[in-house]
């Protein structure tokens, strides 16, 4: 008697021949934090992400926000914003010019968490790169409005 599984699940086709999306249902309850297989740990998504890559992330989005404090700050001591839109808010409405800062940067540095798998440049340099590069970035700005605020 011949008797074949009913339920063969290996006729369906192979969920892994598409790549993990970039945002999914899996974005706030998956597991994956790294590849599974050796030679997939280029241009992959992941589920979860380690926290010292999130408490960077939330450093310069906390840096982004003393920027615009101290942006504020010393404008209204006599420094000029040399951003023109920037410079357009700020003397225009001080509040919305704090939105608008943090509502560009955090897509921003959401998009490089999401791709820090990502290798650009012909492959040469990983995204994770460019965050800890706009974190020096940050840092260094605010160390100087800083030394700059302590001098007025």
Known sequence: MESG???????RSDRRAKPTKPLSRYT????RESARRAGEERNLYVDRYRPALLFTVLFILILNVLDAYFTLHLTE????????FMKYLVEKDPLC???IKYIIM???VIFLLVHKNFYVFRGKINVKVFIILVLIFY??????????????
């Open 77 to 84: 001591h006599g420094a000029r914003e040399i951003n023109p």
């Open 5 to 11: 599984p009913v339920n063969d699940r290996r006729c």
């Open 97 to 99: 010019f704090l939105v």
């Open 106 to 108: 955090v897509p921003c």
């Open 28 to 31: 706030f309850w998956g597991r």
């Open 139 to 152: 840092a260094a700005l605010v160390g100087y409005e800083l030394l700059l605020y302590f001098r007025l």
